[in-house]
């Protein structure tokens, strides 16, 4: 394995992108992408009430608390009323139908916390993960829009937090996708920003200053640099809001490329591995794994749902299975 220095350069990737560049959407995301999401934003909740193929609905998975429904008063059957709500007590007691009348609790504001730190920059197969990444973000938007609820969000990179506080509108959500692909667009192979695995740790905190109590929060991110504090502050978040970890990965973190030698670099330092080398490669393949397993562990041992996202695969599709329902042969759609 060999470590060298690479060449400074006037890296100007930031400024000669353009919004209305056509690029490939595999590799960088754009405003039109993202938008294109919303009316495909379906077949999957955040609501408490979750389908039985919903990662959350397993008895191994935390339960969302979301919003409910509060008991408000018992009143006389109206013809229209829901006949599900009648009080049989009541209405065998008092031998006239009687029905319970229920309030919707308040709302629950959400939070998206959205990593596009150079370390997302990286994809072998379909996307990038900073392009998986950003469309998990907007398909959750979108949703949690249209459930009725206010989205705000926390997107950061290496060196810069934009925080957008929660409110239930089109505009926010509209600020929250634009900074996206302006972080997202700013990425490149030749940006001398240094990798700043310490982000993490610190935008979870900021999370927590921000959300306060009853919070959906959904940290969207391959958690490059977790470490125990990460666990410790994932757990503090999770005992008064409802936290989901939407963990992006890359096949090639445990399928590795067949090839002599791969070179990773992080605009400053550049490392040669010997992939050639069967003792190189199963050491790589077995430190991911460990890796991977690790954050998902965290699904039982701090009861945060951890939804494994890949970039080989589409991502709506996996969103909808992981927190949605199983496809239909029939081709019905859920919404």
Do not use: C
């Amino acid at each position: 394995m060999k470590v060298s220095q690479i060449p400074q350069r006037d890296s100007a990737h930031a400024r000669f992108r353009q919004a209305d560049e056509p690029l490939d959407g595999r590799v960088y995301t754009s405003l039109h992408q993202l938008l294109a999401l919303q009316h495909k934003a379906r077949g999957f909740s955040f609501l408490p009430r979750q389908p039985l193929h919903s990662l959350l609905a397993g008895r191994h998975a935390a339960k969302v608390r979301g919003r409910g429904l509060n008991f408000e008063e018992i009143r006389a059957y109206f013809p229209g009323d829901d006949i599900r709500t009648i009080d049989w007590k009541v209405t065998a007691r008092t031998q006239k139908p009687h029905t319970r009348v229920f309030t919707e609790e308040r709302e629950r504001p959400a939070l998206l916390v959205v990593d596009q730190r150079m370390d997302m920059f990286f994809g072998s197969q379909l996307y990038m993960k900073s392009v998986t990444a950003a469309e998990a973000a907007a398909l959750g938007a979108w949703r949690i829009l249209d459930q009725g609820d206010r989205v705000g969000a926390l997107v950061f990179n290496d060196t810069q937090i934009v925080e957008i506080r929660p409110h239930r509108s089109r505009k926010n959500v509209m600020r929250i996708l634009q900074n996206v692909v302006e972080m997202n667009r700013a990425l490149g192979a030749n940006q001398q920003m240094p990798a700043n695995p310490e982000m993490l740790n610190q935008m979870l905190e900021a999370a927590g200053r921000l959300a306060g109590h009853d919070y959906l929060i959904a940290v969207i991110s391959d958690f490059e640099g977790a470490d125990d504090q990460t666990r410790g502050l994932m757990l503090r978040l999770s005992r008064h809001n409802d936290l989901i970890g939407v963990v992006i990965h890359d096949p090639s973190a445990t399928d590795l490329p067949t090839m002599e030698d791969l070179v990773i670099t992080d605009g400053q330092l550049q490392i040669e591995l010997p992939l050639g080398n069967r003792k190189v490669r199963r050491k790589l393949a077995e430190s991911a794994k460990s890796r991977i397993a690790r954050l998902l562990a965290w699904q039982q041992e701090i009861r945060v749902p951890m939804l494994p996202v890949t970039t080989a695969q589409g991502v709506l599709e996996q969103i909808q299975h992981l927190l949605g329902y199983a496809p239909r042969k029939t081709g019905r759609r859920h919404g």
